[in-house]
Every structure is written in structure tokens, then in C-alpha cells.
């Protein structure tokens, strides 16, 4: 049996992690870690697992106890994390957070569509962000044949829920100003771009189109809907078989002969995908759930790759019936 630790246990990622591994075949929890919260019950704060755990938040993390260690703090303290404490040399980390993305510090970009042989062999993961991987999981077809446009632009617009955001309230956060309202934020200038560009440029060299994405805020809790358009030379059918070609050993991600709603993904593990062409331009829309496939969903398939075993495992969860 793995044990597992997690560090920064209050957040929204951690409560996902939490409900997935309480239930995993193939791990142990050691210890959740939350210095503002230690010595509560788990479900003092993540109360839809009342009933599921009798776990209770540490303020110690012994590392050396454990075989997996899940970061999920805000983005910037994984570094300072390992700065402050020495890690053993055993030890496999995945990392939530967008602090070793950029595969510094010997991390592998997890994103298992296009990296699971180097994950299968990795010591240190850093899992993709939400956004990236919904617009990453749109282009990575195209740009694997080389049929990314050279030149011109890719238009992405993408909305998120406010779990996006994180746990702790802010002003676009409380429900009085989201409830029945949107908003674009970050506008051209995402921090996930480079992300996005640094995979697409590895699988298409000469990749030199402009991503123009705009980031919505949805006014709903959880899930991305990201909606792509570039121009394809591609027919309906040609382009429908090189989506579905190249996912086909992908177990989540799933390409749908019709139009993608976002309820179909949420509270899954899944990125759903629909492709359709009209005359020169191609409209690719994917739904995902950001907690889930853009987070904790995706940082277990990222164990459960490091640990050899199906990558399914532990991932079978449902999306609601209506």
C-alpha cells in the first residue's frame, strides 16, 4: 500500500484529492497538512466527506513516512516548501500548483496525453493548470500533425467557475457579485499561455501562430468551457479521425459527435471534445471539469501513471443525471 501526505489540505484541490483517495485501492493516507487548521477533523472543512474519513489536519508533513507527497498550496509556496525541508530521496511529488510547469528543477509537465512514457519514469510532476489543459487537449491533435496554422491567429475564449479561483473569498468570488454575472479577466496575457506554447511548440517546431485567449468568469461553481476557432484545411471527416486517432488510447479524454455541453464533464475526470468545421474554419469546443481532469482528477491519473497501474483507477466517478 502507498502512503500519501498532502500539504495544504483546506483548499479546494485537497478536498478533491481527499474524496478520490479515501476510496483508491492503492494508497494510504499519512497525513493532510494545514497549519491553520490543525488538530479539526477533516470534515470540519470539507464537510461533503462527513461520513467517508475520520481524518484529522496535521501540522507536521513526515515526509520520510510517506511514498507520494501532493502539493497543494497557492501558487509560489511549493518552492518555498522545498527551500525550508529536505526531501527524502525516495519520495514522488506531484505538484498542483504552476511552480515547476516550466519542467525546472527536474519536474515532468504531467500532462498525459502527450507525456505518460516520461511520467511513467518520474520522480517529480508538476500537474497542468485548468485552463492549459482544456486548450491544450483542444490543439495537441493538430499541432502533433504539424497543422497548426503558421502564422495568423488562434482565437480561444474560455470560461471557468469560481472555484477557479480558490477557497479563500475575494470580491469576483462572493456570490453576490458572481450569481447571474460574467466578466472577462487576464485578457491576452494568461499565465497558462506559456504552458500551452511550451507543449505545443515541442510537438509542432515551427508553431508561430498568436493564441489570443480570453479568460471569462462563468457564474457557475466548477467546470471550464473552452471554445477554440483557427482555420483547417481539414474536412469534417479527415479532422473528426485525427481527433479521434490520436485520443484513442486516451481514457478521459473523449471525442463526442455532438455538441459538448458543460454538465456532461463536471464532477468527472473527463474532457469532453467536439470538433466541427465550416467552410475554412474549424470551431473545436472542450468541456472539463477544473477541479477534477484540471486538477486532482488529473494529479491522481498522474500517480496512478507513476505507479504502473491502470490509469483509471480510483477515477470512475459520475457526472450528475441532469
Not at 484529492?17 to 470534515?43: D, Q, Y
Not at 507527497?69 to 504552476?98: T, Y
Not at 511520467?119 to 485552463?131: D, E, L
Amino acid at each position: 500500500m502507498n502512503k500519501i501526505g498532502i500539504i495544504g489540505g483546506a483548499g479546494y484541490t485537497a478536498g478533491e484529492l481527499l474524496r478520490i483517495l479515501i476510496n483508491h485501492p492503492e494508497v494510504e493516507i499519512s497525513f493532510v497538512h494545514s497549519s491553520s487548521n490543525a488538530g479539526k477533523k477533516i470534515t470540519e472543512i470539507h464537510g461533503g466527506l462527513l461520513g467517508e474519513t475520520d481524518l484529522i489536519f496535521s501540522d507536521s508533513h513526515p515526509l520520510e513516512d510517506i511514498d507520494f507527497l501532493f502539493m497543494c498550496s497557492a501558487h509560489g509556496d511549493s518552492k518555498k516548501f522545498w527551500e525550508n525541508n529536505p526531501r527524502p530521496a525516495n519520495l514522488k511529488v506531484i505538484d498542483l500548483a504552476q511552480d515547476f510547469r516550466d519542467e525546472s528543477e527536474g519536474y515532468i509537465y504531467g500532462l498525459p496525453e502527450v507525456n505518460i512514457e516520461r511520467t511513467r519514469k518520474a520522480q517529480s510532476v508538476a500537474n497542468p493548470g485548468c485552463f492549459a489543459t482544456a486548450i491544450q487537449l483542444s490543439l495537441l491533435p493538430l499541432a502533433a500533425a504539424g497543422l497548426l496554422p503558421k502564422g495568423g491567429d488562434i482565437n480561444i475564449t474560455a470560461l471557468t467557475g469560481s472555484t477557479g479561483a480558490g477557497v479563500k473569498p475575494g470580491a469576483t468570488t462572493h456570490f453576490s457579485w458572481r450569481n447571474d454575472n460574467i466578466s472577462v479577466y487576464k485578457p491576452f496575457n494568461h499565465q497558462h499561455l506559456k504552458e500551452i506554447t511550451m507543449t505545443l511548440k515541442r510537438l509542432q517546431p515551427d508553431f508561430s501562430s498568436k493564441i489570443i485567449f480570453i479568460p471569462v468568469r462563468g457564474d457557475f461553481p466548477r467546470g471550464i468551457y473552452a471554445i477554440t476557432t483557427l482555420n483547417c484545411s481539414l474536412s469534417q471527416e479527415e479532422v473528426t479521425k485525427l481527433y479521434k486517432d490520436f485520443y484513442a488510447d486516451a481514457p478521459f479524454t473523449i471525442i463526442s459527435d455532438n455538441p459538448v455541453d458543460l454538465k456532461q464533464a463536471v464532477n468527472t475526470n473527463k474532457a469532453i471534445i467536439n470538433v466541427l468545421k465550416n467552410e475554412g474554419s474549424l470551431l473545436i469546443t472542450c468541456a472539463e471539469d477544473n477541479l477534477l481532469k484540471g486538477a486532482s482528477g488529473q494529479a491522481v491519473q498522474n500517480m496512478n501513471i507513476m505507479l504502473g497501474i491502470d490509469q483509471k483507477t480510483g477515477l470512475h466517478l459520475k457526472p450528475s443525471a441532469f
